[in-house]
């Protein structure tokens, strides 16, 4: 754990050219934590289109609680102004990718003989592919995005009893070159 903290606190020092490093926090109806982007391809204000790879970890409030990990691709475009014709700093993010989920006990429901739905303790790992649609702001002025989004998943391993997240997510931006 403590090599990976140092990792994404050595981000900045790593990227160059037209790249940046977002870090911060999603907040889901199922799944929460922290969330880091690594993009590539593009400064946002010169209407380039970036596009990179986003991971996250953290808690899912799936059946009765676990720890969920995600890498993810993205890709952005810019949504413009209609009638000026002009960038807002308003952008369209779609993203999918892998996920990989560990749930300590009660992860999916079972009935015995008499038809009782019963939840049984047992350790249960699920590995799934996401997506996530949603909408971003990139503040001009500081260097802070804020986004929404939907997230539907599919677990291949142990499909669980949820299968879409809505999230807030707010990151700050340690290297930028918007």
């Not at 799944?31 to 996250?56: C, D, M, R």
């Amino acid at each position: 754990m403590k090599k990976i903290i140092i990792i994404i606190l050595l981000m900045p020092m790593i990227v160059r050219g037209q790249e940046y490093f977002d870090l911060g926090g999603k907040v889901g109806k199922f799944n929460s934590g922290i969330t880091a982007q690594y993009a590539l391809g593009g400064v946002q204000s010169k209407n380039v289109h970036p596009w990179g790879f986003e991971a996250f970890a953290g808690r899912s409030d799936v059946a009765k609680g676990g720890i969920l990990f995600g890498l993810y691709g993205f890709k952005e475009w810019e949504i413009e102004d209609i009638i000026a014709g002009t960038p807002n700093n308003l952008f369209f993010k779609i993203s999918t990718g892998p996920q990989f989920g560990i749930y300590k006990d009660y992860y999916n429901p079972l009935a015995n003989m008499q038809g009782v739905v019963y939840y049984p303790k047992q350790l249960t790992t699920t590995i799934g592919a996401a997506a996530s649609i949603g909408l971003e702001y990139i503040d001009s002025t500081y260097p802070v995005a804020v986004g929404m989004s939907c997230s539907p998943w599919f677990d291949i391993t142990n499909p669980g009893p949820e299968f879409i997240d809505f999230s807030i997510s707010v990151r700050y931006q340690i290297s930028t070159l918007r």
